[in-house]
């Protein structure tokens, strides 16, 4: 028996579908770093608002004015316009009923609002002190 060759319609069958394998690859690869590149920006962007919000809490971003009740700081940060709004919030403490000594019901808590580069975070922190 004679050795048998590819045809030329096997022989096209099979590069069509190794070049749809590859296309699918480098596709779904395309894909992954898009990702990649808009998760990387989103955390930024909330490591930045993070950022503002320390600021605020520290006393780094100079007095706030007040409006309604809340306190609201605007400015720029790496160039870019920012406004953050702190406000006191009271809520059910998450620890009551969870022990055996005598906690209050409610805590209040500070809710910052960060508004920063197109976007709205809302972060929450302990009230400070009295």
Same mark, same amino acid.
């Not at 028996?1 to 590859?22: W, Y």
């Given at each position: 028996m004679r050795p048998r060759a590819f045809t030329l319609l096997e022989s096209l069958l099979a590069l069509g579908i190794v070049s749809s394998?590859?296309?699918?690859?480098?596709a779904l690869r395309?894909?992954? /770093?898009?990702?990649?590149? +808009?998760?990387?920006?989103m955390l930024a962007i909330? +490591? %930045?608002?993070?950022?503002?919000?320390? /600021?605020?809490?520290?006393?780094?971003?100079?007095n706030p004015d007040i409006e309604a009740g809340s306190a609201v700081w605007t400015g720029v940060?790496?160039?870019r316009p920012?406004?953050?709004?702190? +406000?006191?919030?009271?809520?059910?403490?998450?620890?009551a009923g969870?022990?055996? /000594?005598?906690?209050?019901?409610?805590?209040?808590?500070? %809710?910052f609002t960060v508004e920063y580069r197109g976007r709205s975070l809302d972060f929450?922190?302990?009230a400070?002190?009295?």
């Amino acid at each position: 028996m004679r050795p048998r060759a590819f045809t030329l319609l096997e022989s096209l069958l099979a590069l069509g579908i190794v070049s749809s394998v590859l296309i699918v690859t480098l596709a779904l690869r395309t894909q992954s /770093m898009q990702q990649g590149d +808009r998760l990387a920006s989103m955390l930024a962007i909330e +490591r %930045e608002a993070d950022a503002l919000t320390t /600021m605020a809490m520290e006393g780094m971003l100079g007095n706030p004015d007040i409006e309604a009740g809340s306190a609201v700081w605007t400015g720029v940060h790496l160039e870019r316009p920012y406004r953050v709004v702190a +406000r006191p919030v009271v809520m059910r403490n998450p620890v009551a009923g969870a022990s055996n /000594m005598p906690l209050a019901e409610t805590v209040t808590v500070v %809710e910052f609002t960060v508004e920063y580069r197109g976007r709205s975070l809302d972060f929450l922190a302990p009230a400070p002190a009295r």
